[in-house]
């Protein structure tokens, strides 16, 4: 049984995570470090690729390489301090620590549903305004659009990190493997009506306003589709759209479930898988979503790893 006394000091926090399953700790740990690495893997790819080629400067691949880096960003602020308590004999995350953790996974988040929305508007103006896309979608504006999302996702985390933070808590154990917002709450001592306003307003702005956002994008591409008869024009929206509507899925399904639920609805270990699977394995799915159909990031990762060989067997030759 995890001694849990030192975790009524101030100045720590307890992750519970999955303790009350040790057997099944190993497992997580492992599962958890090799999906971390094909996260970092490959979504420093897409971005390198985005990058290099030139054939993949246009605005969905600007888009689909800031959600990789967001991806990467919101791994990281959580799995190194997991995969220590996974690892370690204590479960302890010191309270600046918590503070950050809760802080950047807000951030973050809030920051990739309001990207996805604009990646929806993205495939919008690709499908139904295709003689205008270049004017609609001009460098300006998508930098405009990447950067008014992370601005945005900031004020959210702010503001909700200082909130969260003023409560008066009743224990400094966290019943789960990182400080997340759900899961802190139901640690606060008074579940007043104000928090639930808070909470439920966050999740409207953050979570289904965007999404609400992307379904009237997607409502008027299907009723854009429908007006094509030819196959092609239909397998080509739907290798714009598809991957796109995949990753919304899986982010959006998962977070609502967590983030607008009942306090009193939820179930701990149900909560713990779900959000092991929208913070671990989806970013280290994304990737692999929008490449598996797409023949111009396939060619670009094709182009990018001949490169690296030839440039490495250059190397070797001059060594040599």
Known sequence: IMDTSNASSGDHFTLLGFSDQPQLEPIISVTVLLFYIMTLLNNTAI?????LDSRLHTPMYFFLSNLSFLDICYTTSIVPQ?????????????????ILQFFFAFDFGATEC????????????AVCQPLHYTVIMNPQICKKMVAASWLTGLCGALS???FAFTLSLCSHVVDNFFCEMPAFLKIACEYTKVVEVTIYTLG???LLLPLFFILISYGTITQAVTNIKSGRGWKKVLNTCGSHLTVVS????SAIYMYLQPKKGSTYQVDKFLTLF????????????YTLRNKDVKGALKWLFIKIQSSGSSHGGTVG
């Not at 997991?82 to 918590?98: D, F, H, Q």
């Not at 899986?250 to 399904?253: E, H, I, N, R, T």
């Not at 929208?278 to 979503?289: A, F």
């Open 47 to 51: 971005i390198l690729v985005s990058f």
């Open 82 to 98: 997991m995969l220590i308590n996974l690892w370690g004999p204590n479960k302890l995350i010191t309270y600046v620590g918590c």
């Open 114 to 125: 309001l990207l996805l929305a604009v990646m929806a508007y993205d495939r919008y103006a």
């Open 160 to 162: 909700m990190c200082s």
């Open 204 to 206: 409207i702005i953050y």
């Open 250 to 253: 899986l982010f959006y399904g």
């Open 278 to 289: 929208y913070t671990i394995i989806t970013p280290s799915l994304n990737p692999l979503i």
